[in-house]
């Protein structure tokens, strides 16, 4: 009499979540900061960008609950998401959302928002210093030069948003220094790798972060003290920033040819980074021309963060979104 067959234990929604929910997060954290410098440069209420802030912040803290929930069941899942490129800049995502929503609350909420700004500084580092050490021990052929790793190594850049303001002015230009110097070094292995071989379609959408750094460069710098700011370094960010944005524009099609997949999420971020970018440089020229240039970068961020979102909806939705353990 032969055996009945075996199926193994369905595992709780939790303790399948994926890391590509936190880039998504930090997508519409980005694009609710976005509005809200908005507000400021279009004179319109706040309420709209404070609104989104605090949508994107609950998103994020299911987010993390859920993930958290999966640690406790499987701590081992934690190095298991971190071997992989695209979950090492996933991951990563989660402790630049915690320093970005430590800087959107820091006018409403401060107390919280300073406990927010500095768990995602301690975040970044421990994170950082774990992927070193799976990095080293992982095959050279494990641990290719991608956009991805700017993730883990730059995202420090936005601590000047919410240090700043909360007064940690040394802390936040030394992390956004060290964010710089780490940006100029892996820029050359990954451009070296890029100029070798072309990634294949379906992991094509996270060279998309190559505009984030510069983009959201232009806008750290900008919240730096007057005194720490070097006068052509953000005009530079943004002129680097706008040409990746044509570039990533005009290839669009072969980003996306790989169809759907939880690396979309790499879509949200650079774009509604370069539209706070853009806002900031509409703010210094005061101009109509530069308004139009921030309307437009806002209005596209806006759009392709909502669509993104859509998609990962539907995918959960269909119960393939908690399908693949790693992105």
Known sequence: MSKPPFFPPRLPLYARTPPALFPLCLGFVGVALAWRRASGVFDFSPALGDMLIGISATLFAVALLLYLRKLVRRPEALKEDLRSPAGRGAM?????????????????????????????????????GLLIEIMIHLPKGARPATPALYVPFVGQIVAPMGGVPL???????????????????LSGPIAARLLKTL?????????????????????????LPATLQAEMLGPILFGMAVVITLVLLARAPWLTEGGFTPLWAAFTFP??????????????????????????????????????????????KAGELFRAPVI
């Open 92 to 128: 990563s995502a989660a402790p630049m959302t915690l320093m970005l929503l430590g800087f959107g609350f820091v006018y409403v909420a401060e107390p919280f928002a300073r406990i927010l700004w500095l768990s995602g500084v301690v975040l970044q580092v421990v994170l950082a």
């Open 199 to 223: 990634p294949q379609p379906p992991v094509r959408p996270p060279l998309v972060i190559l505009l984030a750094p510069p983009a959201i460069g232009v806008v750290a710098h900008d919240a």
């Open 167 to 185: 007064g940690y002015e040394t802390v936040s230009t030394v992390l956004f220094l060290s964010a710089l110097l780490v940006w100029i070094g």
């Open 271 to 316: 774009f509604t980074s370069f539209a706070s970018a853009a806002l900031v440089m509409a703010e210094e020229q005061l101009s109509a021309a530069w308004d139009a240039v921030a309307a437009g970068a806002l209005s596209a961020a806006t759009l392709i963060t909502v669509y993104v979102g859509y998609r990962f909806a539907k995918a959960a």
